[in-house]
């Protein structure tokens, strides 16, 4: 029946699109989560009041994370191509997309982690100072932990968001499932290549979302 | 244990410059639980915090259990921290870690191996009555048993010191009365020097041994609680004391009393100590022609001895009364003519 309502879906290709998809999505999500999460952390440890404060350093930081934030994504590859070929070698394939998927996410993601860890009590950080913490003791033990659930709402968000990059970066040749639908679907006037992938990618959203919902609920003792 | 000189707090805002602290001078022994009370605003919540360091005082030295706290830094300063234990008003408990990995923040904190860990977690515990609750998180449990928690929390490194920066304020009278037994017993059994802010009279009443009075920065008035409470001298002071000696409608009351006996003077006593036992009262009935009335009395207990007040209206003779007022002074017993009606 999938053959009758789908004749021009390839499966293998198909398949093979929708692994570039979660490989592309997996890898940038990974990243973007730590680098996001150390630029919050400079972000919030930086600003008035806290451990590090620092004016100077907060305000670079914080404009590179805006005007990162507020390029449009794919503005920002064709910006990045001398930068990914230099790294990468090519800007051809699905690792040739990572860079920007990264340096995409990880601001937006980095002003996520800073509102979660403003959101923890004052109190609580100083009274780990009141017992004689670090402030690697205090980043790993009360910051991080804390704002753990924030966190992962965030990275859900972001990592949703990843997706539809994903998709956006297939169209200057990445791969995956928007290539997919933009190559065979589009171009060729196959709208069920087009809606196939329209429906693995709704799919793979909703997947994360749960996973992410779900783990928030865990970690969230409050 | 403690000591505090010449210290001031200054802090600078557009505005202009804010004292905080003023000129604070202030001993305190090991072993004592020592208040000091205060309105918002006073500078107690600046002055305990100089204590651990959170706080750096702009002029002055502050000296706790041996570390200059206001000069030291790094990791001399986080080691004499975990001397120097502080429990806070809105307990400050990490809500992701259960009751058992809170207790255990310190020790982890200190380098203490696991298994020794977990022996000290049990013992505090069972300390502060948590016996049963050790894997709830902190959102499952009631005010006190946070505050218990947060006890516990404190105690983990065998400080020298507690700091108690309002930990009762924010807890019901009942929860109150239980933390403070608890603070108290600690005190006691431990040896632990106790250094506690409130607003609340209360608290200083029922265990502090000595009692600094802040207002504008300064200490207005300090001394064992007793003698506080028995010779109040600072206005601030006497509100302070107002608000445990007498209920609150017992001003209302004497009002109403005053007019209700129009011939006589209503007399407030304030007895303390062993004098609270004289059978004052029936020497002044067989000795002088007067009629005594009691109106209101009440007895309160501090650390140092009780301290109790007692409204009478003594009636008769003008002469005979004014003799009576003579004899009452004559004992060693605060009189104040409150009525000449």
């Not at chain 1, 860079?99 to 800073?114: H, T």
């Not at chain 2, 010191?161 to 059994?189: G, H, K, Y």
């Not at chain 2, 001895?305 to 004992?331: C, M, N, P, R, W």
Request: charged share 20%.
């Amino acid at each position: 029946m999938l053959n009758e309502w789908f004749p021009n879906v390839k499966w293998d290709s198909m398949w093979e699109a929708t692994m570039e998809t979660l490989y592309m999505t997996a890898i940038s999500v990974i990243a973007t989560f730590i680098l996001g999460a150390i630029l919050g952390l400079l972000l919030f440890l930086t600003s008035k009041g806290n451990i590090w404060e620092n004016v100077a350093v907060n305000k670079v930081i914080s404009a590179f994370v805006n005007i990162f934030r507020s390029i449009p994504f794919i503005i920002l590859i064709v910006l990045l191509i001398p930068f990914t070929k230099f790294l990468i070698g090519t800007m051809i394939g699905e690792d040739a997309a990572l860079p920007a998927l990264i340096i995409g996410a990880a601001p937006f993601y980095a002003r996520m982690v800073e509102i979660g860890l403003r959101e923890i009590d004052k109190g609580v950080i100083e009274a780990a100072k009141s017992m004689g913490a670090k402030t690697s003791t205090i980043i790993w033990k009360v910051l991080l932990p804390e704002s753990m659930p924030a966190l992962v709402s965030g990275i859900t968000v972001t990592a949703i968001a990843l997706v539809g990059y994903t998709a956006m970066a297939g169209v200057i040749g990445a791969g995956g499932l928007g290539n997919l639908a933009y190559l065979e679907g589009f171009q060729r006037s196959r709208n069920d290549v087009t809606l196939m992938a329209t429906i693995i990618i709704l799919i793979i959203v909703f997947i994360i979302q749960f996973i992410g919902d779900l783990i928030t609920t865990k970690l969230d003792k409050r | 244990m403690i000591s505090i000189k010449d210290v001031k707090k200054i802090y600078s805002s557009k505005k202009g410059q804010v004292k905080a602290v003023d000129e604070v001078n202030l001993e305190i022994k090991e072993g004592e639980i020592f208040g000091v009370i205060g309105y918002s605003g006073a500078g107690k919540s600046t002055l305990i915090r100089m204590l651990n360091g959170l706080e750096l005082p702009t002029q002055g030295s502050v000296i706790v259990a041996g570390n200059e706290v206001s000069k030291i830094k790094g990791s001399k300063l986080r080691k004499a921290r975990q001397e120097i234990s502080m429990i806070f008003q809105h307990f400050n408990l990490l809500w992701s870690r259960s009751v058992r990995d809170n207790i255990a923040f310190p020790l982890e904190i200190a380098g203490v191996p696991r298994q020794e860990r977990l022996k000290r977690v049990d013992e505090l515990i069972k300390l502060v009555g948590l016996d049963g609750r050790e894997d709830a998180y902190p959102s499952q449990l009631s005010g006190g048993q946070k505050q218990r928690v947060g006890i516990a929390r404190a105690l983990a490194n065998n400080p020298k010191v507690l700091l108690c920066d309002e930990a009762t304020s924010a807890l019901d009278p009942q929860t109150t009365d239980s933390i403070l037994d608890l603070l108290v017993d600690i005190n006691e059994r431990l040896g632990l020097t106790i250094v506690l802010i409130t607003h609340e009279m209360h608290v200083i009443r029922k265990i502090c041994h000595r009692v600094a009075v802040m207002e504008g920065g300064r200490i207005v008035e300090i001394g064992p609680v007793l003698d506080v409470f028995k010779n109040p001298k600072a206005t601030i002071t006497k509100r302070f004391v107002q608000q445990v000696t007498e209920p609150e409608e017992t001003k209302e009351t004497i009002d109403h009393l005053v007019d209700l006996y129009p011939r006589g003077k209503v007399v407030q006593l304030g007895f303390v100590g062993e004098e609270a036992e004289q059978p004052l009262i029936t020497n002044l009935i067989r000795k002088f022609q007067v009629t005594v009335n009691i109106l209101q009395g009440k007895i309160s207990q501090t650390q140092n001895g009780s301290y109790g007040t007692l409204f009478i209206h003594v009636d008769g003779d003008a002469e005979e009364v004014a003799k009576a007022i003579d004899y009452i002074q004559s004992q060693q017993v605060g009189v104040e003519v409150i009525s000449n009606a």
